[in-house]
Nanobody
Framework: QVQLVESGGGLVQAGGSLRLSCAAS????????MGWFRQAPGTERDFVAAISWSGSILYYEDSVKGRFTISRDNAKNTVYLQMNSLKLEDTAVYYC??????????????????????WGQGTQVTVSS
């Protein structure tokens, strides 16, 4: 089993920054792509960012490009989401997720929630005006 534990959420004013962390355990972290998703009340879980197993391929949802940065430290089994210039519409529960397949089978990270089979418990991010 894979365990993912997010941290770093909280309340921040618009324009501020937060860094989310996701610590993984239970399998070879460095072999799998990782993703960040978010879900606001009454909405579906949406893609935010993804990073390949090596960290060389990064994808972002259009509304966060230039503001958010995904990164990973394979030595620490941790993936990060640096969020700058936060907006009210970034308010949501943020989840990290691990790909079903290793980088050998899926070298390009997916933006689709169904391609991830391990999820953290989520961390709340609230942006206030």
């Amino acid at each position: 089993q894979v365990q993912l534990v997010e941290s770093g959420g909280g309340l921040v004013q618009a324009g501020g920054s937060l860094r989310l962390s996701c610590a993984a355990s239970g399998r070879t972290f460095s072999s799998y792509a990782m993703g960040w998703f978010r879900q606001a009340p009454g909405t579906e879980r949406d893609f935010v960012a993804a990073i390949s197993w090596s960290g060389s391929i990064l994808y972002y949802e259009d509304s966060v490009k230039g503001r958010f940065t995904i990164s990973r430290d394979n030595a620490k089994n941790t993936v990060y989401l640096q969020m700058n210039s936060l907006k009210l519409e970034d308010t949501a529960v943020y989840y990290c997720a691990a790909d079903k397949f290793s980088g050998v089978s899926r070298p390009v990270p997916s933006r689709t929630p169904n391609d991830y089979n391990y999820w953290g418990q989520g961390t709340q991010v609230t942006v206030s005006s």
